[in-house]
């Protein structure tokens, strides 16, 4: 299925995003493989939560890119005078979902049209941005994109940066796993509930079983 058709029905009408996944190849199932993204959209509290839940991904470690290597504390980066994002780093097996259909999920659980901003998180540290770890990446990246704004998904057109990644600098330890760990703080069931549920909804054929 195409990306841009693809995106447009799990956006608009709330179908399912992939096909099939890979089947076994004479009864044998292919050996995991591992790859990485990152991706900044908006707080990385939310796009740790949405991505621990898609099948197909191992890890998912939030930190900062985009300002060079560091270091750099979680204080400093919400000033937005560093120049890095908050970012979260998803390692995935692209035999269950290629990189292009996991920037599919991303272009539909933030939106992407908002320059340094996220709802009420404003600055150029909750920017949309696509931090490539190669030219492959960066290519499919501008392909999704531009994808997207052919779909129409949205009133205005992306303006997610795609760029290769700088550098990755994972955040302290309390900001990991932030939501699993404070479900019970007003951001967590204010802000990162609802996205989940919309994500659950939209992609329940596709969540870790």
């Known amino acids: 299925m195409p990306i841009r058709s693809?995106?447009?029905?799990?956006?608009?009408?709330?179908?399912?995003?992939?096909?099939a996944r890979s089947p076994a190849v004479n009864g044998t199932v292919p050996a995991p493989r591992s790859e990485?993204?990152?991706?900044?959209?908006?707080c990385f509290w939310c796009l740790e939560a949405v991505f621990q839940e898609l099948a197909g991904v191992s890890r998912v470690?939030?930190?900062y890119a985009g300002g060079g290597p560091g270091p750099v504390t979680y204080k400093e980066v919400c000033t937005g005078t560093t120049g890095h994002a908050e970012v979260v780093q998803v390692t995935f097996d692209p035999a269950v979902i290629p990189y292009a259909e996991l920037l599919a999920v991303f272009f539909t659980i933030h939106d992407p049209t908002t320059l340094d901003r996220q709802g009420a998180d404003t600055g150029p540290q909750y920017r949309s941005a696509i931090f490539a770890h190669d030219e492959e990446q960066q290519r499919t990246a501008e392909r999704v994109k531009g994808e997207?704004?052919?779909a129409g998904l949205y009133p205005r057109p992306p303006v997610?940066?795609?760029?290769l990644l700088d550098a990755f600098i994972p955040a302290e330890v309390?900001?990991?796993d932030y939501y699993a760990n404070n479900k019970s703080q007003p951001y967590c069931r204010l802000v990162i509930d609802p996205k989940l549920e919309k994500f659950r909804d939209r992609y329940r054929d596709r969540l870790k079983r």
């Open 6 to 19: 693809a995106v447009a029905a799990a956006f608009a009408a709330a179908l399912v995003l992939f096909p």
């Open 36 to 42: 990485t993204a990152t991706l900044a959209g908006g």
């Open 61 to 63: 470690v939030s930190g």
């Open 148 to 150: 997207v704004a052919a």
């Open 160 to 163: 997610t940066r795609v760029g």
């Open 174 to 176: 309390d900001h990991q």
